[in-house]
């Protein structure tokens, strides 16, 4: 079990491109969350996605969406991105329901230039 | 809205040794979950130990403990024995229904020699 994988590892960006994360979530899971984790700070919650709908979302504003797709798998998409968006971005994967562990990937480390 | 804190930035501990890791959170649920996650400098999300707030046993995994006391709302982290391979962030995180986790800042634990 290669456990949760995301993709790319590491990236840099221009100021107002656009970004596309990747993460397949552990065998057997079906929902992925997404966290947002700036440098010296605690992750905070982006949104959620399960049965191929976001079912929760954190205080991002709407530059920041997403996808799962039927495999469970998900992206994260970033719009106009700003120097404020450099952190490291964590994907969780979980199975859906109240108090299961949720099992993180390595995260992609994100830096806008 | 529920939040955690840990007030607790840095902390070190000689090998072999107990330390004990702080963190309060605030919320008006009865019932939810408490985690301890580590990050070490790999960057992937580790659990270390959870608990069921009705649940009064405090939880233990090997050398981890915690002492959750529910009515001050503090679940502080025990390491005992503690060893060179524990240098790592320490998180604490509260979930939210489902499967969202509001972390705290985190602690940075290191072990010396």
């Known amino acids: 079990d290669a456990g949760v994988t995301q993709s790319p590892t590491h990236l840099i960006k221009t100021r107002g491109q656009q970004v596309t994360l990747r993460c397949s979530p552990k065998s057997g899971h079906d929902t992925v969350s997404w966290y947002q984790q700036a440098l010296g700070q605690g992750p905070q919650f982006i949104f959620q996605y399960y049965e191929e709908e976001e079912r929760q979302r954190g205080n991002f504003p709407d530059r920041f969406s997403g996808h799962q797709f039927p495999n469970y798998s998900s992206e994260l998409n970033v719009n106009a991105l700003l120097l404020g968006d450099s952190a490291l971005y964590l994907c969780a994967s979980s199975l859906w329901g109240w108090g299961t562990e949720a099992f993180f990937g390595q995260g992609t480390r994100l830096t806008v230039v | 809205a529920q939040t955690v804190t840990q007030s607790q930035p840095e902390m070190s501990v000689q090998e072999a040794e107990t330390v004990t890791l702080s963190c309060t959170y605030d919320t008006s649920e009865n019932n939810y979950y408490l985690f301890w996650y580590k990050q070490p400098p790999s960057r992937q999300m580790i659990l270390v130990i959870r608990q069921e707030a009705y649940k009064q046993q405090n939880a233990t995994e090997n050398r981890f403990s915690v002492n959750f006391q529910k009515a001050a709302k503090s679940f502080s982290l025990k390491i005992s024995d503690s060893q060179l391979g524990d240098t790592a962030m320490y998180f604490c995180?509260?979930?939210?229904?489902?499967?969202?986790?509001?972390f705290g800042k985190g602690t940075r634990l290191s072990v010396i020699a």
């Open positions: 995180a509260f979930m939210k229904p489902p499967v969202t986790l509001v």
